[in-house]
């Protein structure tokens, strides 16, 4: 593939049209990645995924920044692009991009996601909580608490809010309490300067990447995708069905669930061959005419 900072390539290869994979990667990352999706699904179109850290290492830039970067660099190939896939919050970006690219290009992308969720307090704040916890048995568990403690306030704020300006001061919050617990972590540990560096700023674009999703607020683009659900009840479409089961009936355009957990759906062998059945040229071929 052409060489740039928007994209890797994670699979495929040749001049076929490309699918574009849209998530937040990351060392040391529990959830499974499209990576292991694609591998599994043997595809043949190139298939390419975002790289968020090199957007932002602070909180600051909005979302159009993000999905700026990522269609400017595809654009400049001059290569149609098949399917737009999107993970989680990547999903918000993944029917952003679709639409652009859809404005670009003679047809529509397929739109295919994830357990899609729209950009949370709730659900940044909880990486925050899971990131510090790793902190307590090298300092104890009265710095980690205090930190957590401040950053469930900074929740309480940004839920109170509603806003995405209230998101994006949760962020900068959550940044802020991670980086004074980590420290002196990373003193303890005798960590060098630039595994320290690795570690916040990994951290620090990941709340960036959330922040800046929360700027497309709304879930009315996926009514033409194809969701594939896990049967984690607190994730995707679950979590919209337990509060309001009509509007995630009417959410997208079709739903495949699967039987595995949230963090394994990117590695379910029956989600990689649904894939490659939508990634067909067949498939592809009947693209929605906008």
């Keep these: 593939m052409e060489n740039n900072d928007a994209w890797q390539e994670i ?6 049209q490309l699918v574009l994979a849209v998530d937040f990667t990351a060392t040391g ?40 970067h990522w269609f400017e660099a595809v654009r400049a190939t ?13 999903a918000v970006y993944a029917a952003a991009l679709a639409d652009r690219l859809t404005q670009w290009q003679e047809s529509a992308p397929r739109l295919i996601l994830f357990d899609p969720e729209l950009a949370n307090a709730l659900g940044l704040y909880w990486q925050f909580h ?18 957590d403690a401040a950053g469930h306030r900074a929740l309480q704020a940004a839920e109170a809010d509603g806003t995405p300006d209230g998101l994006r001061a949760l962020g900068i919050e959550l940044v802020r309490l991670f980086r004074e617990v980590s420290g ?7 960590l060098d300067a ?13 709340v960036a990447y959330v922040v800046a999703a ?31 089961p009509n509007s995630a009936a009417e959410a997208v355009a079709r739903e495949l669930r ?10 379910d062998e029956r989600a990689a061959q649904a894939l490659a059945g939508l990634l067909s040229s067949q498939d592809l071929s009947r693209q929605i005419r906008m």
């Design 11 to 16: 699979g495929g290869s040749g001049p076929g």
């Design 29 to 68: 990352r529990p959830d499974a990645r499209f990576a292991d999706l694609i591998g599994l699904a043997g595809t043949g179109h190139p298939v390419w995924e975002t790289m968020p850290q090199a957007i932002a290492t602070d909180v600051g830039p909005g979302g159009a920044a993000y999905l700026d």
């Design 78 to 90: 001059g290569r149609p692009v098949g399917a737009v896939l999107g993970f989680c919050a990547g």
């Design 130 to 147: 899971k990131s510090v916890q790793l902190f307590e048995g090298i300092l104890g568990p009265e710095p980690v608490a205090r930190a």
């Design 184 to 190: 002196p972590a990373f003193d303890e540990l005798e």
């Design 194 to 206: 630039e595994s320290r560096a690795e570690f916040t700023e990994s951290f620090t674009a990941f």
């Design 214 to 244: 929360g700027d497309f607020p709304s879930a009315e683009p996926w009514k033409k995708a194809v969701a594939f659900s896990s049967a984690s009840p607190l994730s995707g479409l679950n979590k919209l069905r337990s509060t309001d």
């Design 258 to 267: 699967f039987d595995c957990d949230h963090m394994d759906l990117l590695r």
